[in-house]
RNA sequence: GCGAAGGUGGCGGAAUUGGCAGACGCGCUAGCCUUAGGAGCUAGUGGGGAAUACCCGUGCGGGUUCGAGUCCCGCCCUUCGCACCA
């Protein structure tokens, strides 16, 4: 009777092996080759589901295989502690924020030990202990003695909910990244770090991160958002300066109108006694407008006339200031100057409220389209303009023309030939002409615009509600398309700067603008300074004293940590709401003083733990420096993709600032980084009922009200309640089990379903391999012969190329591809074929030995308490992380024979064995395929066009 | 709208550099074993077809090539990110 293979029992047994052994302790300061991996530390909230382990699975693998290779690996864990949720949770529970997560931290270690996935230990940190936090607020003041931590008043984004101010990046589509409530503007004095300073370094940096994913580098780059061009400066009748950014100097004559943000400091100055009620209007609406409504680009475009008027530095036309919502205070300086010929925005703005739209950019195709309607042209017109190459159709609506580039003078010509008395028509695109009985008139000025409209108006009585030339040719369906375009171009109507061209308009513009000192040069970022103060409880205070006579005055460093008050828990609180924690002492000049009462973003714990890790019980300092320089960048992050901006733009921004300061010689944290898929399954909901457990489904029916239920894939979350627990998983497979499936159920960068059936089958190839283990276990333990490779039979050869081709790939697979699921599949073919040896009375002892001791040395990272078990059963008595990873051999690797498949005309009709000695060479290889005998018959009476042969691969025939 | 990734059997996926499409696993079918289990073993499993002939087949339509899942052009769909960014 064979013995089965008991998870329990085998787990049970090797769990705190590797902890004792102390296997997965780093040497901080041995030399030989180093490893820093890295998985983002979590938030201790709740228990962990096997979509979680997922993350750290793929760490211990990688972990154990270096270890393996022979380096001196560093994979630690800590907890990012402080922060909203556990307050939350806190909250709801009438508990300590503390006890909340000390507890789920508990939890969660015992559940990495249940994986089997092991830690450095002795470096564990939790950002929510003052021995941590003192070296955050260390962070802060380092940071403002360098100018990179400041205070300033600003409106941020308050949310009412969480009942504290948020970073810009914390406010996603609109709504507080958290809760989902839209925050509140509001105008508050707070403190930034200078991330700015550093937004070129954070973008070209990004270039030199080939180990990241590009995915995440350009959502970096679109965060960042440098966009360069030029700062223009404009100025009121009343003198004032209007300073507006545009990326598009080269259009500046085309600036019929400004449009300020409803929130810009001068509209107040701007705005015009007989326009201050309609602004004042507009601008209470727009700041009760939710953002959400104000950034639907579907919406109309609103905006009222300040009565007020600029300069237009550059045409010196007097343009009129408009207020809309569509301009954003937060953006560049808050004021554009509008180009509406060669800015989509501007364009349905201008047309909206009638405002002059002036083409000063040709379009680099030079292309143009006129429209005669019906009745405008004399007989013979189109007959004149295909007589000269022009493509015309005619329709009964008129004839429209399509113009290449140098045919609009001479269609001009035709065109006043023929024109009827009191009719017009136009030229749109590369030239922008109306065409009257007397002259052609070029929409040139905002004067030629009213001149060309009032004569229009004059012919067609029908026009007498336009406002604009525009305007009237938009009223023409066939110009659709034409009226508009944002191409770079040849500048036109622009004075000197006429015919000057593409990339140079921008260049020889800003230069002038330079020159005269109406502009300069400019690059503008999307990035805004980092708001880190909150108005919370569970964070770190921040480190600042206010005092009547010295003003702002950091906590001097040996008065670190400024505690956090230990006080009882009665709620939703901020430090301000503890009475006496703001009392304190000036440290400078010793009279009374007031703390700082905010915490710290929790963002700022987790920008820079990775250094702490290097020496997590140093007294004295935060990190010790040589040591950091050692083991960083580090070596392999890995994490999901949720932290693509946040995390790691403000930990590469501490990076850089610390190395600026001189404490680190590397300026980018993370070499490698690697995001990791989420892990789904199936979720139920009722349309009444809302989500339903799985456990509660009934024939796809709500328990409560029989309803139909919704059924699609989420990613795991409480919330919907669709997650996996582990025990479920390894109470009745083990954690070997949900380890091999997690691997295996697809490519770690994407998302994956989770299937019981797909536990299954890893847990039935685990009980194939032990019952094949055992069987063979006597055997391989009682061998003693070394592998001679030259007496094995085909069989015995064929095993032994199949386990060296299983090695190369399995360690490719880890090292390189992180492709853990084809490496789990070539596990499994060399098992296969492994049985298949053993089965047909495979006699090699020494052959069957090694392949089931590297089998289970290279199946070992994935299915760590498997292994060491099997490992003890076939004889061995050290541990597994004591034995060498295998190698393969490239003498193994080679083979006599090869199989070569020939296609005809492109098909694969046969295949032909052919030894490699031959196969490796091209013309020998088609000499024989050509001389081989199934070919021949197959090529009887056909003509051989073309051979073309591939060493080692392929031979293709083409015959006719 | 912009950007990125993706689309391959009934399902998860493989094919790493232009060279045998569907490895491996799930599911399914048939059989064996068995006091029956969510166990094991054997064989089969992209579609059509008696066939081991042959034809078709990697979202759709073109193209390059002896040869295309892979490269090029045009389109459709899905997911994600950004979104009035001047």
Known sequence: MNEEYNPKQVEDKWRDFWREQGFFRAKTEAGGKKFYYLNMFPYPSGSLHVGHGRNYIIGDVVTRFFIMRGYNVLNPMGWDAFGLPAENAAIERGIHPRNWTIKNIAAAKEQFRSWGIEYDWDREITTCLPDYYAWTQWLFLKLYENDLAYKKEAAVNYCPVCDTVLANEQVVGGVCERCGTAPQRKTMKQWFFRITAYADRLVDDLDALTGWPENVKKMQKNWIGRSSGAEVLFRTEDGDEIVVFTTRPDTLWGATFMVLAPEHPLVDRVTTEEERAAVEDYRERAARASDIDRLSTEREKTGVFTGGYAINPASEEKIPIWIADYVLMAYGTGAIMAVPAHDERDFAFALQFGLPIIPVIEPSNGHAESFAAAGTMADGFGAALVADGISAAESAAGIRVSLEAGQIDRYIEIAREYLKPGRFTAVVGARFAVILEDGVYDLDSVRSDREILARLQQLDPALAGARTVMEVLAGIAEYEGFLFHSEYGTMVHSGRFSKVAGAEARAKVTEWLEETGKGRGAINYRLHDWLISRQRYWGAPIPIIYCERCGIVPVPEED???????????????LADIPGYAETICPRCNSPARRDTDTMDTFVDSSWYYLRFISP?????????????????????????????????????????????????????????????????????????????PQQVEDGRCPHCGATLETANFSMSKSKRNVVAPAEIIDRYGADTERLYTLFMGPPDRDIEWSEEGVRGSFRFLNRVFTLVIAEAERVAAASERLNPDVLDRAGKDLWRRYHRTVRKVTEDIEGRFNFNTAVSAIMELV??????????????????????????ILSPFTPFFCEETWRRIGNTDAILDQQWPSFSAMALKEAMREIPVQINGKVRMRVNIPTTISSDSEALKAAVLAAESVCDRLAGKEIINVIAIPDKLVSIVVK
């Not at 089965?839 to 040395?857: F, H, M, P, T, W």
Request: net charge negative; proline share 5%.
């Open 832 to 857: 296969n074929e492994l049985a298949k040896y053993v089965k047909e009375g495979g006699e090699d002892d020494a052959l069957v030995r090694e392949v089931i001791q590297g089998l289970i040395l």
């Open 617 to 693: 019980q140093e007294k004295e300092r935060p990190f010790v420096v040589e040591d950091v320089n050692r083991w960083l960048p580090v070596d392999q992050y890995v994490g999901g993709v949720e932290h693509a901006i946040l995390h790691l733009l403000y930990s590469r921004f501490i990076t850089k600032a610390l190395n600026d300061m001189g404490y680190l010689d590397f300026n980018e944290p993370f070499i490698r980084l690697f995001t990791q898929g989420m892990v789904c399954h199936t979720a139920y909901r009722c349309p009444e009922h809302g989500w339903i457990y």
């Open 560 to 574: 670190l940590p400024v505690l956090l008050p230990d006080v009882e828990f009665i709620g939703k609180m901020g």
